[in-house]
T-cell receptor, first 113, second 112 residues
């Protein structure tokens, strides 16, 4: 059973469209993350947040942006989608305590045509 | 920087075979170590973790021991099932760091 929810599960859109991937968690976690998973399965951190009004860029440069207006909500937006954005996007959250594990959503598989 | 190296897959086993997936890491200090599992079409789930040297994490018949002397955290299971077919990720997290550093994943297929 998932305490972290991502919508949509699958999305196929055309080039140039603006999209928002939704992520919500009900665990009260302060920390939230977005990972991009390439077809070879490798995971890359693209954004994270310490809490409300906090957003940071991850290791992999991304043209996406994020916002954190509420603790439970961490949406990711692409202003103008391109085929190179085709990937799986995984949202995660964790407690504040040092070395707490991450809890992941089921992901959004994005295809840009 | 910190890094995790996993044995390359894919790994194909018959049901009830013994499983080992090797994982070694490079890190300063004393990171916490994790194994995550990703079933087809799903996100990652925490399988087990260990937070200090010589700790053994275990869950669902899987085990891994934090070996600081060999900087390893190998995943083992004595008898795999078809339902264990998934991708397994080894990961580390340094104290105070926001980042979970993942290995590249190892795909396991178990045949009946």
């Amino acid at each position: 059973e998932a305490d972290i929810y991502q919508t949509p599960r699958y999305l196929v859109i055309g080039t140039g469209k603006k999209i928002t991937l939704e992520c919500s968690q009900t665990m009260g976690h302060d920390k939230m993350y977005w990972y991009q998973q390439d077809p070879g399965m490798e995971l890359h951190l693209i954004h994270y947040s310490y809490g409300v009004n906090s957003t940071e860029k991850g290791d992999l440069s991304s043209e996406s942006t994020v916002s954190r207006i509420r603790t439970e909500h961490f949406p990711l937006t692409l202003e103008s989608a391109r085929p190179s954005h085709t990937s799986q996007y995984l949202c995660a959250s964790s407690k504040t305590e040092v070395n707490s594990p991450l809890h992941f959503g089921n992901g959004t598989r994005l295809t840009v045509t | 920087g910190d890094s995790v190296t996993q044995m390359e897959g894919p790994v194909t086993l018959s049901e009830e075979a013994f499983l080992t997936i090797n994982c070694t890491y490079t890190a300063t200090g004393y990171p916490s170590l994790f194994w995550y599992v990703q079933y087809p079409g799903e996100g990652l789930q925490l399988l087990l973790k260990a937070t200090k040297a010589d700790d053994k994490g275990s869950n669902k018949g899987f085990e891994a021991t934090y070996r600081k002397e060999t900087t390893s955290f190998h995943l083992e299971k004595g008898s795999v099932q078809v339902s264990d077919s998934a991708v397994y990720f080894c990961a580390l997290r340094q104290g105070g760091s926001e980042k979970l550093v993942f290995g590249k994943g190892t795909k396991l297929t178990v045949n009946p």
